[in-house]
């Protein structure tokens, strides 16, 4: 079953925050999050794995939720290279290792 | 380490016909994972192979199939195309699965 993404879209200007979370009602042994700009191949962010772990690299982080099967991606004092669209993707135990991705956030930073 | 490369970019196909799109992953990865993008659908996941093996299946029709190479390169099939087939259908490898390296697609047409 497909993760759930919210919000569908946000519109940002430059140096502000931003949240996007993914849910899903199964079990879950990963989350995956990537960027995707226009007219581009989805492109890798970070993987987390169950346990609760935080990562990040420079102003992008995420944490994983493992009791609520949630995600979330924090981008922090956004810049105008993070515009394009957010890909959560979702690993379930027992799945045999089939990633299923929600629907995308759209998010739009603005000068 | 050259990326995941997919052939053709473009494609257009009338009703009806048949169509192959190729990816060859990048070296040491044993899986492929296809995917099919369409405004609004976001990634659906159509299939995924390991070791010249099938271990995934989404929920597409027949029409649609795939196999994998000794080599990990890996082709897509659709037949009897339809309209709602156009799209753009992305491959991704991983070591097993995991972290998913995207190609840049091949956009497909159909008329």
């Known amino acids: 079953q497909q993760p759930v993404q919210s919000p569908q879209a946000v519109i940002l200007r430059e140096g502000e925050d931003a949240v996007i979370n993914c849910s899903s009602s199964?079990?879950?042994?990963?989350v995956h999050w990537y960027r995707q700009k226009h007219g581009e191949a989805p492109v890798f962010l970070m993987i987390l794995l169950k346990g609760g772990e935080q990562k990040g690299h420079e102003k992008i982080s995420a944490s994983f939720n493992e009791k609520k099967q949630q995600s979330s991606l924090y981008l922090t004092a956004s810049q105008l290279s993070y515009s394009g669209t957010y890909f959560c993707g979702t690993i379930a135990g027992g799945s045999n290792y089939k990633l299923t991705f929600g629907k995308g956030t759209l998010l739009t930073v603005n000068p | 380490k050259a990326g995941v490369t997919q052939t053709p970019r473009y494609l257009i196909k009338t009703r009806g016909q048949q169509v192959t799109l190729s990816c060859s992953p990048i070296s040491g990865h044993r899986s492929v994972s296809w995917y099919q993008q369409t405004p609004g659908q976001g990634l659906q996941f159509l299939f995924e192979?390991?070791?010249?093996?099938?271990?995934n299946k989404g929920n597409f029709p027949g029409r649609f199939s795939g196999r994998q190479f000794s080599n990990s390169r890996s082709e897509m099939n659709v037949s009897t195309l339809e309209l709602g087939d156009s799209a753009l259908y992305l491959c991704?490898?991983?070591?097993?699965?995991?972290?998913?390296?995207f190609g840049p697609g091949t956009r497909l047409t159909v008329l």
């Open positions: 199964k079990a879950l042994y990963s």
């Open positions: 192979y390991f070791s010249e093996t099938q271990r």
């Open positions: 991704a490898s991983s070591v097993n699965g995991d972290t998913q390296y």
